[in-house]
């Protein structure tokens, strides 16, 4: 019972399930005859009372901008019903929408984000920005979460956050995990085996993935993780032209005009011996990041940004980013869809 995030203003059905369970096998005396799991009841008992609980914050808190933000009141004429446009957590975020910090006010923080535009534009004044950037976290997370303001909009207010290392910054800020070393940490636990796993398959599986270089013992680490992440894709029959865009250095001027009409994309300049001279990340058309070491990293920092910005995965690699979150970042492993959960036993039953 201690290892469930009793915190959660808004626990996932999966967390009511488990402590429902956990309830009855304390209790036997508890079980539910006529339940299918002895525990239903006291699930759909735990999520009224869960809402009582929440609405009872609303009446009598003023600290829990989490809640407040989705009361009738707060909300537009167009959208002033309970069940419509909740703004809460839904890919494990621990502080999705935090409350500004004792004794600051909108405007106040408003200030520290202009002193903020003016310390950016220094030469060598990143343990400033970094002090200013964690300072200014929950005012700049109600911005994102409830305007819902555009991308430019953000890059015109807060341009350090687009810098590689406030991403891993706002990232961990936001979920607590750290971004870019867990994500290597768990790729290059099952690299191998991913890439094997999927190069096995038959079908257009099998056909796809013979387009991709062998995988040797000399092999560098980019390259083997560039290649696994491209099987994960095909091993969830999504395509890979979605993700990685890929171009001669003498193809700049065609790829510049390709990638103004990408929603999102990460794209790879190489040179005419196919080493990679530019890796960067699109989002609506704007190049956010570029000069990144490697394609895992830009993955990993495209999914940084998706958390950062709250934005949703892009429906032709929902499967795909749902397992970077779920079994590389460990974010809300529960509930994987049909794919991630058969890939993720494929490779992790024999552990």
Same mark, same amino acid.
């Given at each position: 019972?201690?290892?469930?995030?009793?915190?959660?203003?808004?626990?996932?059905?999966?967390?009511?399930?488990?402590?429902?369970?956990?309830?009855?096998?304390?209790?036997?005396?508890?079980?539910?005859?006529?339940?299918?799991?002895?525990?239903?009841?006291?699930?759909?008992?735990?999520?009224?009372?869960?809402?009582?609980?929440?609405?009872?914050?609303?009446?009598?808190?003023?600290?829990?901008?989490?809640?407040?933000?989705?009361?009738?009141?707060?909300?537009?004429?167009?959208?002033?019903?309970?069940?419509?446009?909740?703004?809460?957590?839904?890919?494990?975020?621990?502080?999705?929408?935090?409350?500004?910090?004792?004794?600051?006010?909108?405007?106040?923080?408003?200030?520290?984000?202009?002193?903020?535009?003016?310390?950016?534009?220094?030469?060598?004044?990143?343990?400033?920005?970094?002090?200013?950037?964690?300072?200014?976290?929950?005012?700049?997370?109600?911005?994102?979460?409830?305007?819902?303001?555009?991308?430019?909009?953000?890059?015109?207010?807060?341009?350090?956050?687009?810098?590689?290392?406030?991403?891993?910054?706002?990232?961990?800020?936001?979920?607590?995990?750290?971004?870019?070393?867990?994500?290597?940490?768990?790729?290059?636990?099952?690299?191998?085996?991913?890439?094997?796993?999927?190069?096995?398959?038959?079908?257009?599986?099998?056909?796809?993935?013979?387009?991709?270089?062998?995988?040797?013992?000399?092999?560098?680490?980019?390259?083997?993780?560039?290649?696994?992440?491209?099987?994960?894709?095909?091993?969830?029959?999504?395509?890979?032209?979605?993700?990685?865009?890929?171009?001669?250095?003498?193809?700049?001027?065609?790829?510049?005009?390709?990638?103004?009409?990408?929603?999102?994309?990460?794209?790879? =300049?190489?040179?005419?011996?196919?080493?990679?001279?530019? =890796?960067?990340?699109?989002?609506?058309?704007?190049?956010?990041?570029?000069?990144?070491?490697?394609?895992?990293?830009?993955?990993?920092?495209?999914?940084?940004?998706?958390?950062?910005?709250?934005?949703?995965?892009?429906?032709?690699?929902?499967?795909?980013?749902?397992?970077?979150?779920?079994?590389?970042?460990?974010?809300?492993?529960?509930?994987?869809?049909?794919?991630?959960?058969?890939?993720?036993?494929?490779?992790?039953?024999?552990?």
């Amino acid at each position: 019972m201690q290892s469930i995030r009793a915190t959660r203003s808004y626990p996932s059905d999966a967390d009511l399930s488990e402590v429902a369970q956990a309830l009855t096998q304390t209790h036997p005396c508890l079980k539910e005859p006529g339940s299918f799991n002895h525990s239903y009841g006291w699930k759909q008992r735990l999520k009224t009372k869960m809402y009582n609980y929440r609405t009872y914050l609303k009446s009598h808190s003023s600290s829990s901008d989490e809640l407040t933000v989705n009361s009738v009141k707060r909300k537009s004429p167009t959208d002033a019903h309970p069940a419509k446009n909740i703004k809460k957590p839904r890919r494990a975020e621990s502080n999705h929408y935090p409350s500004l910090p004792h004794g600051e006010t909108p405007e106040s923080m408003e200030q520290e984000r202009i002193a903020l535009l003016t310390e950016v534009k220094k030469r060598n004044n990143g343990k400033t920005i970094r002090a200013k950037m964690a300072q200014t976290f929950a005012f700049r997370r109600q911005e994102i979460v409830n305007k819902k303001a555009s991308l430019e909009d953000i890059i015109e207010r807060w341009p350090a956050l687009f810098e590689v290392q406030e991403i891993n910054a706002e990232f961990h800020r936001v979920t607590t995990i750290p971004l870019e070393a867990r994500f290597m940490e768990k790729l290059d636990e099952k690299c191998i085996e991913l890439i094997q796993v999927v190069r096995k398959k038959g079908g257009a599986t099998r056909e796809k993935t013979k387009l991709l270089p062998v995988v040797e013992k000399d092999t560098d680490i980019g390259t083997r993780r560039e290649i696994a992440l491209k099987c994960l894709i095909i091993n969830m029959r999504e395509s890979m032209d979605d993700l990685v865009q890929e171009f001669l250095v003498s193809e700049k001027e065609e790829a510049e005009h390709i990638l103004q009409g990408a929603t999102m994309a990460i794209y790879i =300049i190489r040179d005419a011996q196919a080493a990679p001279k530019d =890796i960067g990340i699109i989002l609506e058309g704007q190049e956010v990041v570029n000069e990144l070491p490697s394609v895992a990293n830009a993955v990993a920092i495209l999914m940084g940004l998706l958390y950062v910005l709250n934005m949703e995965y892009p429906k032709t690699l929902k499967q795909t980013f749902e397992y970077i979150q779920k079994v590389l970042m460990e974010l809300d492993p529960k509930g994987m869809t049909t794919k991630v959960k058969k890939l993720y036993d494929q490779l992790y039953s024999t552990a």
